[in-house]
């Protein structure tokens, strides 16, 4: 996407914009968040913030984008020139996106190698020990985990620099079925294994004891990264979007495809984790010692798995470059650089920070500040603290600065929807319950009060 390119289609922006919702989130940390932080309780928790906090802030970002037509800081220094201090939006969210670049491109490397370990017939086991064993012998190789991150690296950078990013759009357009499809099987699968049903309990059953505070930080962190808000991308797809679509409905859509296919992963592995005897808060590796049991206890397994793992890949590149969007609009339209240029320090300062990121299962796995490695540190800071206050200030300058009757022309587009009354309940949400929501939640788990 070249800068002040736009969506050509209206199925198009949805499509691009589910390109960046949809992605690792849904088939690694979604699972494995549900399974270190007690299954059932934390879905719930996660739902109610998606609805209650999600949505409103992606429509409210994607309405100050497209109004301004411009990358997330200069939004708020067009929507407000008078109040430089909520460009700070931006600046957290560039912020936000390198951290979150320095691990998702690791995970990203994960996946990309275990597409050659699956094509190998490396991943043939059902038992934990062989799965952890497996997973062990990639992280815990320091320059396996640096060349599959810096593979994944040269591989987005690549597509940024060819300009082929709308290739990538259009792949995923197709792919994204069959990544629905073969989590479909696999849910069968899974759920057709002996003692699933204590898995899908595990899911369903919420057991509120278990919904502490730290819980539901982790939770609302999750729902702010699985939609891609709270650090300017969707401000950034916004300002891409066309006028006549309807920004509601389409983040109403998006935000539903990408729970399903979080539910779907959910589906597909906590059965299999209960059936095989693998712990559900194995942390980051569960994904990647479930999902190859699930498919080596099928038929034509291997092959399933391999494209598995190569649609895994895919979701996940289309994020990538949606988070990358971020500091690359933000480089080239304010300090005038070319696309090639910002594109290039951009990846070079992620490689920088990637390192200790990329080593944490092995040679930093003991530098450790408030008992979180590198890798935990940085997904920590950005999900649980830059995405949630970035949400609170888009939310405070959606509801108050930018206010009502801007809001409701904006959202019904020049009132040609007749959404009233949605507007009405979006607009509550942003003024008062999202803040507040996440203030309380932000402080209460970070044990301020
Ligand atoms: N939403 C992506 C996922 O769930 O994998 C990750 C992500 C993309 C986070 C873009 C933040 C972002 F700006």
New binding site residues.
Partial sequence: MSQRDAFTSTFGVLVATLG???????????PYLTGTNGGAGFLLVYLLATLLVGLPVMIAEIMLGRTARANAVSTLAQLAPRQPLWQSIGYM?LL??VL?LAF?TEVAGWVFAYIVKALRGQLQFTDPHSAAAAFGALVGSPWQALLWQWLVLAFTGGIIMLGVSKGIEAVTKRLMPLLFLLLFLLCVRSLTLPGAMAGLAFLLQPDFGKITTSVVLTALGLA???????????ITYGSYFRDEQNIPATALRVMLA?LSVSLLAGVAIFPAVFAFGFAPSAGPSLVFMTIPAVFYSMPGGSLFMTLFFVLTAI??TG??L??LE?PVAMLTERLGWHRRKATLVTLFTIALLGVPAALSHGVTAGWKLFGLNPFELFDFISSNIL?PLGGILIALFAGWVYGLPKLRDALSNHGQLQNTRIIGLLYLLTRYVAPLLVAVILLKGLNVF
């Fill in positions: 960046s919702a949809v992605g690792l989130g849904n088939i690694w940390k979604f969210g936000a996106a979150i998702y702010f990264f699985k939609l891609s808000i709270g650090m300017g991308t969707m990408d979701a996940a994020a990538i949606s988070i971020v995405l």
